[in-house]
């Protein structure tokens, strides 16, 4: 039974094809469009099916359906994405499932990015062996996911938001429109925002010279990365600002949920890695209650193909 799964991104649309054991036989990778819209995203991603497709040499009627991790809010049945504000122009309702189905000649099933890439984290990856987890993912925003008794907690619906809570009341504005969230300090977009408000101010800096020399259009995990092995200061004082921030909103979670695991994922999460979070786990472990047995800390062990992988267990549903 062959699957498609896509995790669809701020910057990047990242397709895997699954083999009944949920094996990656072929996966593509291109950046999000930002000058068309959904309809342009929505092409995009047909696009990126049609070639993994190709790309595995699987015969395309043996694929039983496409599922796509998509930020915003999801309407299943509806098969529509609404308020993706990490998406281009994505503000309103559009029918990415019913568009993307009528592109590709294949049944879509849509669901939220960050739960899938939990989801597959706790089947298939870091979480496998963990009763209980939170899942916290860095990359143009925050998302999170809670899982309790090997099940995803939804709430009624919005549950795992780690990147909405509050971790300093009087911080900065959150592309959600409070302030002091999470994501306002770690979340990629609200990071580079900070830079280029920082940089019009005079103070220097080597990321926006990376990102050309990249052919980027924005700030992505590699420039980050680059900058900080490079020692770029502003780049040094955002990631330290976000560690503080993390460690903040993590220790909370846990002191409410007392899990036996934090998982930390997504594009940032995976590509500063090991060094990142054991920063993370060391300014967190004092703020917890229960120091003396903390959860376990993991890097997400599905690495960027998580999401996709994720988004690929949902025609299985």
């Known amino acids: 039974m062959f699957r498609v799964g896509v995790d669809l991104g701020g910057t990047k649309i990242q397709s895997v ?51 796509v991790g998509s930020p915003g809010q999801i309407d299943k049945r509806a098969g529509t994405v609404s308020h993706a504000g990490n998406l281009p122009d994505w503000d309103q309702t559009f029918p990415l499932g019913i568009e993307l189905a009528a592109q590709i000649d294949k049944p879509v099933d849509l669901g939220n990015d960050v739960q899938l890439a939990v989801r597959a984290e706790s089947e298939l990856g870091a979480g496998a062996n963990l009763n209980s987890f939170i899942g916290v993912f860095l990359g143009t925003g925050i998302g999170g996911g809670v899982i309790i008794n090997r099940k995803e907690w939804l709430g009624r619906g919005a549950a795992g938001e780690i990147g909405h809570m509050i971790v300093n009341q009087d911080g900065p504005s959150c592309p959600c429109g409070r302030f002091g969230c999470l994501e306002a300090y770690a979340g990629r977009a609200a990071m580079e925002a900070q830079a280029r408000a920082w940089q019009d101010t005079g103070q220097k800096t080597i990321l926006f010279d990376i990102m050309k020399r990249k052919k980027r259009e924005r700030l992505t995990s590699g420039v980050w990365a680059k900058a900080l092995k490079k020692h770029d200061p502003m780049a040094t004082r955002l990631i330290d600002r976000a560690v503080t921030a993390l460690s903040v909103g993590i220790a909370s979670a846990v002191n409410l949920l007392d899990p036996d695991g934090v998982v930390v994922g997504g594009g ?50």
């Open 17 to 67: 094809l699954l083999n009944k054991d949920n094996r990656v036989l072929a996966n593509d990778r291109r950046l999000t469009p930002h000058d068309s819209g959904p309809p342009g995203v929505a092409q995009a991603i047909a696009g990126s099916v049609t070639q993994v497709i190709k790309k595995s040499k699987v015969a395309t009627a043996d694929v039983v359906g496409v599922g």
């Open 268 to 317: 940032l999460g995976i590509r500063l890695g090991q060094p990142f979070l054991d920063r993370v786990v060391q300014e967190t472990t004092p703020l917890m209650i229960s120091r003396e047995r903390p959860p376990q800390f993991a890097v997400a062990s599905l690495g960027d193909l998580g999401g996709a992988i994720g988004a690929g267990l949902l025609p299985l549903d």
